[in-house]
């Protein structure tokens, strides 16, 4: 299927384009400024599909609303009719279409256009009025306070909040691609349609997540990033960081048993570290009332020794970097890491709380 994107250079086309060329079955014709008038003819005219997302919002003169929004899309249109192209046509408008201003008028008649289009030859036409729209690749400083906001945040400049209160409807840009793969797949009904994943916050909630992803290297404590709303942001502030800044040192505390670095901690579901054990060396020696810890050795040999702090019971358990296994530590059990190999012992390690000197729950005892 041959795919024309108009806008190809913007921050949704540059999106689109990437997810489109994943799939073999597309291929994928850029229309941007740079396009020549031959080039822009020869791709409508054996274009299978249409994205239209170029489109003027920030002119110096409002008479180019009419013209990047309105004339553009009446010379798309008459251009697929004249090669009888009667092809499918995605639109990406904005919510703006619906409010009594220059730029919200000039969508509102580029619909129009697209629609009339669809009625006269039959083509299939999808209209997304889309709100505010952010993820990798958005140009900070223009129209979107979400670039701007983690552009700044992650290279130490002011962000400015007029109200942080004010409230925004956003959609991720994972999310509009994957809906309008949908549309190719047969899955979407024609006419007015919506990305269906929005979210529903303030301007002020916003920044004061994304300022939580900056601070997360200093104290190590992570958000809930795996899932809505912080993973888009989370996923869309790491995309404005400077290739020098891709990794960052953490604290790392030697003495002659070996190293103990803390790498990540989470409010609900404790921290990760690892240590490492020189040959011989012998680790532990306490035991936890509430504390839990999963063991998991990286390089070396380890035997791990218990002791049932009430019966005097013992167990013990010998694993290596070879064969990978969980050793879980148990409440009233004290217990201790011995380097049984001959290289240097490594030991990735979670517990289930964040370390709180002030009330460590780490009792010493004898394995």
Same mark, same amino acid.
């Given at each position: 299927?041959?795919?024309?994107?108009?806008?190809?250079?913007?921050?949704?086309?540059?999106?689109?384009?990437?997810?489109?060329?994943?799939?073999?079955?597309?291929?994928? *014709?850029?229309?941007?400024?740079?396009?020549?008038?031959?080039?822009?003819?020869? #791709?409508?005219?054996?274009? @299978?599909?249409?994205?239209?997302?170029?489109? +003027?919002?920030?002119?110096?003169?409002?008479?180019?609303?009419?013209?990047?929004?309105?004339?553009?899309?009446?010379?798309?249109?008459?251009?697929?009719?004249?090669?009888?192209?009667?092809?499918?046509?995605?639109?990406?408008?904005?919510?703006?279409? $619906?409010?009594?201003?220059?730029?919200?008028?000039?969508?509102?008649?580029?619909?129009?256009?697209?629609?009339? #289009?669809?009625?006269?030859?039959?083509?299939?036409?999808?209209?997304?009025?889309?709100?505010?729209?952010?993820?990798?690749?958005?140009?900070?400083? *223009? =129209?979107?306070?979400?670039?701007?906001?983690?552009?700044? /945040?992650?290279?130490?400049?002011?962000?400015?909040?007029?109200?942080?209160?004010?409230?925004?409807?956003?959609?991720?840009?994972?999310?509009?691609?994957?809906?309008?793969?949908?549309?190719?797949?047969?899955?979407?009904?024609?006419?007015?349609?919506?990305?269906?994943?929005?979210?529903?916050?303030?301007?002020?909630? +916003?920044?004061?997540?994304?300022?939580?992803?900056?601070?997360?290297?200093?104290?190590?404590?992570?958000?809930?990033?795996?899932?809505?709303?912080?993973?888009?942001?989370?996923?869309?502030?790491?995309?404005?960081?400077?290739?020098?800044?891709?990794?960052?040192?953490? +604290?790392?505390?030697?003495?002659?048993?070996?190293?103990?670095?803390?790498?990540?901690?989470?409010?609900?579901?404790?921290?990760?570290?690892?240590?490492?054990?020189?040959?011989?060396?012998?680790?532990?020696?306490?035991?936890?009332?509430?504390?839990?810890?999963?063991?998991?050795?990286?390089?070396?040999?380890?035997?791990?020794?218990?002791?049932? /702090?009430?019966?005097?019971?013992?167990?013990?358990?010998?694993?290596?970097? @070879?064969?990978? $296994?969980? +050793? @879980?530590?148990?409440?009233?059990?004290?217990?201790?890491?011995? =380097?049984?190999?001959?290289?240097?012992?490594?030991?990735?390690?979670?517990?289930?709380?964040?370390?709180?000197?002030?009330?460590?729950?780490?009792?010493?005892?004898?394995?």
């Amino acid at each position: 299927m041959k795919i024309v994107v108009t806008g190809s250079n913007g921050f949704i086309g540059k999106n689109l384009c990437a997810t489109l060329r994943e799939h073999d079955q597309y291929e994928v *014709y850029e229309v941007n400024r740079d396009t020549s008038e031959k080039d822009f003819q020869s #791709y409508l005219s054996s274009a @299978d599909f249409l994205f239209h997302l170029a489109g +003027v919002n920030r002119p110096e003169e409002t008479s180019e609303f009419v013209i990047g929004n309105v004339d553009l899309t009446l010379r798309i249109v008459k251009t697929l009719q004249k090669f009888k192209r009667n092809i499918p046509i995605v639109f990406s408008s904005s919510v703006q279409a $619906e409010q009594d201003n220059p730029y919200g008028k000039s969508k509102l008649e580029a619909e129009e256009v697209i629609q009339n #289009y669809s009625k006269s030859t039959g083509a299939l036409h999808y209209i997304y009025r889309l709100p505010n729209v952010f993820g990798k690749w958005c140009k900070p400083n *223009y =129209n979107s306070f979400i670039a701007t906001f983690c552009n700044n /945040i992650m290279n130490g400049s002011e962000i400015s909040i007029n109200n942080p209160n004010s409230p925004v409807n956003l959609v991720y840009i994972d999310d509009v691609c994957a809906s309008w793969l949908k549309i190719l797949a047969g899955k979407v009904k024609p006419g007015f349609n919506e990305v269906p994943v929005v979210f529903n916050t303030t301007v002020g909630e +916003v920044a004061d997540i994304i300022g939580s992803f900056k601070a997360s290297q200093t104290t190590l404590i992570t958000e809930p990033v795996g899932v809505g709303l912080y993973r888009a942001l989370y996923a869309t502030y790491l995309s404005y960081t400077h290739p020098k800044n891709f990794s960052y040192k953490l +604290v790392s505390h030697t003495d002659e048993r070996g190293v103990f670095c803390e790498m990540l901690k989470t409010h609900n579901s404790g921290q990760f570290s690892f240590f490492t054990a020189h040959p011989g060396v012998t680790r532990g020696g306490h035991y936890h009332h509430t504390k839990a810890e999963k063991f998991l050795v990286i390089k070396g040999k380890a035997k791990f020794g218990f002791r049932n /702090i009430l019966t005097g019971e013992k167990h013990s358990i010998t694993t290596s970097g @070879d064969n990978p $296994e969980i +050793v @879980d530590t148990v409440p009233g059990w004290s217990h201790d890491i011995t =380097n049984v190999g001959s290289d240097d012992l490594m030991v990735m390690l979670w517990a289930n709380e964040i370390f709180n000197p002030e009330k460590p729950d780490t009792q010493a005892a004898i394995v």
